[in-house]
C-alpha cells in the first residue's frame, strides 16, 4: 500500500475492505461506509508506522466506548496485523 495523497482513494479503498469483511463488529450486512468515520485514524496510525498493539487497541476501543459493544481482542490483532501488512 503506497502512503501517497494521490493513492489515498485506493488506500482507503483497502482499509475499508478490511473493515468490513474482517472486522465488522455490528456483526451484520451493513453499508459500504458503516466503518469509514475510523479509517482516517487507522491511516494515520498506520503511516506513521504503530504496531499491531497500537491498532489493535484503536479498534477496540471504538468497539467497547463508541459502539457500546464487547471486546474482541483475537479479532482485533487479527484485523490489525492485517492493516499493516497492507503498508508493505
Request: proline share 5%.
Amino acid at each position: 500500500m503506497a502512503t501517497s495523497s494521490r493513492d489515498w482513494k485506493a488506500n482507503v479503498d483497502s482499509i475499508r475492505k478490511v473493515l468490513i469483511g474482517d472486522w465488522n463488529p455490528i456483526g451484520s450486512q451493513v453499508p459500504e461506509d458503516e466503518y469509514d468515520s475510523y479509517i482516517p485514524t487507522l491511516y494515520l496510525l498506520m503511516q506513521v508506522g504503530e504496531n499491531v498493539e497500537t491498532l489493535a487497541r484503536y479498534l477496540e476501543s471504538v468497539e467497547t466506548k463508541w459502539m457500546g459493544l464487547a471486546a474482541r481482542p483475537e479479532v482485533n490483532q487479527r484485523v490489525a496485523t492485517t492493516l499493516l501488512d497492507l503498508m508493505k
